[in-house]
């Protein structure tokens, strides 16, 4: 057994697909399906179920590929430590992060990274949640931005910032007089939501406590699939809505018809954090790009409870 061989049954495993398996690894597909046989007869189990229309992982499989995703991590890690011994914030860094987030803080951190860590290679993935989890855990990202808590004993999940929430309402609304808008005005007003699957939308309900009314009105049911869909039909005077601090440095505030609203709410905010799996070994990357976040937030971010992530918190 290699980790040519660990490779080849990750592959499998993810693409279920013997000849898109063998194109991922760069192979042909008799050399794949041979090596893997050959594999099974050696270990005496049978990895794989296959059939004509599919294949699917076996229980032992599943549990072999767990710890194929370990040897190989472990593997890019020696990797790692014979550049990080000429450069210990060298090598790519795979980071995740919600769409909610991602569009409005990496145009703040990417230059002041390059110019600090220049041999830091960041690739960058935005998707949501759940998808972003499911991705930590096969291996597939380093660490992932969320807004979310997580509670998984295999995740580490540090603080960076706490990002108060804005209302975003139409510049012909009741709320444009109102000095100060309360959780009451909120519940007298149509708030429109991103759809099912962004955190901002549980959020958003959680804070107006709009799980414990009914939602009425003909715009009731609709539903946005990102935050400047959402934008453009407030300036259009669809409804209201909230938006996270960092939002505000998008080109929807001039000129769109949406007025920004701070709320006077203690609850109106969201914690972010990057999480990464407890074994993830390159501490020290991790510590330089969350402190290059940190050291480049805005003024409209509440900064004064973020918490600057250390290597005890990394370990």
Same mark, same amino acid.
């Given at each position: 057994m290699n980790l040519r061989d660990l490779k080849y049954i990750i592959a499998v495993a993810e693409t279920h697909h013997f000849g898109q398996a063998a194109s991922r690894c760069f192979v042909s597909q008799p050399t794949l399906s041979g090596q893997i046989?050959?594999?099974?007869?050696?270990?005496?189990?049978?990895?794989?179920e296959r059939t004509n229309r599919s294949v699917e992982i076996t229980p032992i499989g599943e549990a072999i590929l767990h710890h194929a995703y370990q040897a190989i991590e472990q593997a890019?890690?020696?990797e790692?430590?014979?550049?990080a011994?000429?450069?210990?914030?060298a090598g790519p860094l795979r980071i995740g992060a919600i769409p909610t987030l991602s569009p409005y803080l990496m145009p703040l951190i990417l230059m002041p990274l390059r110019r600090k860590h220049p041999q830091l290679k960041l690739i960058l993935s935005e998707e949501m949640t759940d998808t972003l989890l499911h991705r930590?855990?096969?291996?597939?990202?380093?660490?992932? &931005?969320? /807004?979310? +808590?997580?509670?998984?004993? *295999?995740l580490q999940s540090v603080p960076l910032f706490t990002e108060p929430f804005w209302l975003?309402?139409?510049?012909?609304?009741?709320?444009y007089n109102r000095e100060e808008i309360t959780l009451d005005d909120l519940d007298r007003t149509d708030m429109l939501l991103?759809?099912?699957?962004?955190?901002?939308?549980?959020?958003?309900?959680?804070?107006?406590?709009?799980?414990?009314?009914?939602?009425?009105g003909e715009m009731a049911d609709l539903r946005a699939s990102s935050l400047e869909t959402l934008l453009q039909l407030v300036g259009a005077g669809f409804g209201s809505t909230l938006v996270p601090a960092l939002?505000?440095?998008?080109?929807?505030?001039?000129?769109?018809?949406?007025?920004?609203?701070?709320?006077?709410?203690?609850?109106?905010?969201?914690?972010?954090?990057?999480?990464?799996?407890?074994?993830?070994?390159?501490?020290?990357? &991790?510590? /330089?790009? +969350?402190?290059?976040?940190? *050291?480049?937030?805005?003024?409209?971010?509440?900064?004064?409870?973020?918490?600057?992530?250390?290597?005890?918190?990394?370990?």
């Open positions: 046989k050959k594999l099974e007869q050696t270990l005496g189990v049978t990895i794989f890019d890690a020696i790692q430590l014979a550049l011994h000429q450069d210990p914030l930590l855990h096969n291996h597939e990202i380093d660490a992932a &931005l969320l /807004a979310t +808590s997580v509670d998984d004993h *295999d975003a309402h139409p510049r012909q609304h009741w709320f991103l759809s099912e699957g962004h955190c901002l939308a549980d959020q958003a309900m959680k804070i107006c406590k709009m799980s414990d009314r009914k939602r009425q939002a505000l440095r998008g080109s929807w505030t001039t000129d769109s018809g949406v007025v920004a609203r701070k709320l006077d709410i203690p609850e109106a905010h969201r914690e972010v954090s990057i999480v990464y799996r407890k074994t993830f070994p390159r501490e020290m990357s &991790l510590q /330089a790009f +969350s402190q290059i976040i940190i *050291d480049n937030l805005p003024n409209t971010v509440d900064r004064s409870k973020s918490k600057p992530v250390k290597p005890d918190n990394l370990a």
